[in-house]
């Protein structure tokens, strides 16, 4: 019985996005003495463009990448063109000012090149306890950093803004479902930032590629530690606004953890090296007690501005993954299943939300994070002005502790006097 829902187990996660059915319109936000969130980026009618990490294996025989790992890191531009509307009619779409009933549909190119890193592990020798590093692969890894720096910087200066939107995709998406990703939350919250994508090899398709592709998740932590240094090292960063799903929730928070105690042992501050003012998490996949582990007991929480988590106890993937695994998952927790420990210590914890999503699963069990228009809505305002729950720009109801309710009625509101856009394009 058990290998049988195991099996279920596998092809429900392969399907989450399957096709790619794009985003939502999302509620449109009240404004109050504001222009249209909405505004154009400089790119080509019906088109947009974005920086991207990964560490996914470049294809041979034709552009792009595959769903295998490779051990050097690579970045570049990514293209996307909406195939069936022009710029005006997406940004209508992705604002909540539908002009049709169409949905967008979405075609990735890579645009200027890949450009690599040396992979990993650079080569080093240990002699008599004295660790030597071999300096031409250093060289060669600082200037593909450097590079990566000098693309990053442009952006921001073409933008006009120090802020930086990092997304990092779930299970078993594409590439290009995970740039499709980014550029919807991005387009719904104004194009505030400069979006950047984390693309970790997964997508496979593969018998048992959930648990294949929770090894390189575990894979991609150190690269992912190396790209967020970058970002903290580039002196036109201001601010860094991360987002992820699903099972890039554990990539994060592992890479952000090691930061946070190497930050720590250093006797840094995590939130001034980082810079990292608001982390938002949808539907993580990660196990409830290691995750309380990591925002209770470590003070995880104490290295960012805020932290933003939304859940839905209603989640048919991570449910059936509790019980392969045999405890419940983060992102279908209720507030009642928190220890009493970890209860305790949130009531003096201001800066980290648990926010559930009650009618969830009108829209996508799993995947509502921009397929719900309330969900998406908040994300884009939460990314655009920096507001916490019960600002007037997120009007969550409250329930309990640090616990708030989301529902499809939800309207934000953007206030032109309280906007703390740092350059929204």
Request: a negative charge; one cysteine or more; proline letters at 5%.
């Amino acid at each position: 019985m058990k290998r049988l829902c195991l099996l279920a187990f596998c092809v429900l996660l392969a399907g989450c996005v399957s096709g790619y059915p794009a985003a939502v319109s999302p509620t449109p936000w009240q404004t109050s003495g504001a222009a249209s969130p909405q505004s154009t980026n400089g790119a080509p009618q019906g088109t947009s463009q974005m920086l991207y990490v990964t560490d996914r294996n470049i294809l041979e025989t034709e552009q792009g990448f595959g769903v295998d790992r490779s051990t050097a890191m690579a970045f570049g531009h990514v293209r996307i063109h909406t195939t069936n509307m022009g710029k005006r009619e997406f940004d209508a779409y992705m604002s909540g000012h539908a002009i049709s009933g169409k949905q967008p549909r979405y075609v990735a190119t890579l645009t200027d090149g890949i450009y690599p890193f040396p992979g990993t592990p650079l080569p080093f020798a240990i002699e008599n306890g004295v660790l030597s590093r071999d300096r031409n692969a250093i060289a060669a890894y600082q200037s593909a950093g450097a590079q990566f720096q000098a693309a990053l910087t442009q952006e921001l200066e073409d933008n006009s803004t120090g802020k930086v939107i990092l997304y990092v995709h779930g299970f078993n998406n594409t590439f290009d479902d995970g740039a499709f990703n980014l550029l919807e939350l991005w387009s719904a919250s104004g194009r505030s930032g400069v979006p950047l994508l984390f693309s970790w090899p997964t997508g496979g398709h593969k018998a048992l590629g959930y648990f294949s592709d929770t090894e390189s998740g575990d894979f991609s932590v150190y690269h992912l530690k190396e790209t967020l240094r970058l970002i903290a090292a580039t002196s036109a960063v201001d601010e860094v606004v991360v987002v992820t799903h699903s099972h890039g929730a554990s990539i994060v928070t592992s890479a952000l953890r090691e930061l946070l105690i190497e930050s720590r042992g250093a006797g840094l501050s995590m939130r001034d090296t980082y810079r990292i003012d608001t982390l938002i998490m949808a539907a993580p996949d990660i196990d409830l007690g290691v995750m309380e582990q990591r925002l209770v007991a470590e003070a995880f929480g104490i290295g960012f501005g805020q932290i933003n988590v939304y859940l839905n106890p209603g989640d048919n993937a991570l449910g059936l993954a509790g019980w392969i695994f045999g405890s419940p998952r983060f992102g279908a927790a209720r507030p009642d299943q928190l220890s009493p420990e970890s209860r305790a210590v949130l009531q003096g914890v201001k800066s980290v939300h648990f926010i559930m999503v009650q009618d969830a699963n009108q829209f996508d069990r799993h995947n509502y994070f921009r397929r719900h228009p309330g969900v998406l809505s908040d994300i884009a305002i939460t990314i655009r002005t920096g507001a916490r729950p019960a600002d007037p720009e997120r009007p969550l109801k409250h329930l309990d502790l640090n616990f708030w309710e989301i529902d499809k009625s939800y309207q934000p509101t953007l206030r032109h006097s309280s906007e703390r856009v740092t350059g929204a394009q």
